[in-house]
């Protein structure tokens, strides 16, 4: 396995679920030196209830299993919003196309025959989590975009009542010289003075692409 593959698999956790306790040490066996935490659970319904707890990266999953089966299983997590962008791979020895169409149906990503899981399982693995990474870039690249613009739209909002104040505080200071020395417009002249200074810093990250927001956000200063 190449490198940059093998560093894709590093970075993720997989949840499996199989009701085969051996084929789920066989499964552990062939994962271990690659997978950064595998999660066994030979139940679909134990697994379902720490799922929101695990947060697993890819899921991998039977489907003929015993009180909830893998359609079944596949179905409620997809009804799960924090998980609703979850890869999930599944394992059958059924290879019955009808039963690979409602698979889809239900949310299922791609599929591996427990005939041939020693040679393709890896593969998929890092398959779905390169996809995986490929999603996650592109919805923080969004979520940047959607700050840059709250940042925009604050610094036009906050910009504009701060002019105002500012004005006013001007304003007075003509009508009544001696109120330059007051020690409360000093004061709120002094907090206007660091809200200006606040939204030129936070209008500076709006320029920032997001390689260089992550590495230098921790030494950015708003205040």
């Known amino acids: 396995m190449s490198a940059l593959n093998q560093q894709y698999l590093s970075e993720v956790s997989v949840m499996v679920v199989d009701d ?3 084929f789920l040490a066989g499964l552990k066996a062939i994962m271990e030196q690659y997978v950064k935490k595998i999660l066994p659970f030979t139940s679909a319904k134990a697994a379902l209830a720490q799922l929101e707890l695990l947060k697993p990266d890819i899921l991998l999953t039977d489907l003929e299993m015993p009180e909830l089966n893998g359609l079944e299983f596949i179905s409620q997590v997809r009804e799960m919003p924090f998980l609703k962008a979850m890869p999930i791979l599944v394992m ?17 990503d791609a599929f591996i025959s427990k005939q ?17 990474s490929i999603y996650e870039h592109s919805m923080r690249g969004k979520q940047l975009e959607a700050v840059k613009a709250l940042i925009g739209t604050y610094k ?8 105002a104040i500012d004005g006013k505080i001007r304003k007075l200071e003509k009508i009544s010289p001696e109120l330059k020395e007051h020690e409360d417009l000093n004061s709120i002249k002094k907090w206007l003075e660091k809200m200006v200074e606040t939204l030129r810093k936070l209008d500076h ?13 921790q030494t950015v200063k708003t205040e």
């Open 20 to 22: 085969s306790r051996s």
């Open 92 to 108: 059958t020895g059924n290879e019955d196309s009808e039963v690979m169409i409602r698979s889809i149906h239900v949310g299922a």
């Open 116 to 132: 041939t899981v020693r040679e393709c399982l890896l593969p998929q693995l890092v398959s779905l989590a390169r996809l995986k």
């Open 156 to 163: 036009h909002e906050f910009g504009n009542s701060i002019t």
């Open 205 to 217: 990250l709006r320029h920032y692409n997001e390689e260089h927001y992550v590495g230098s956000a």
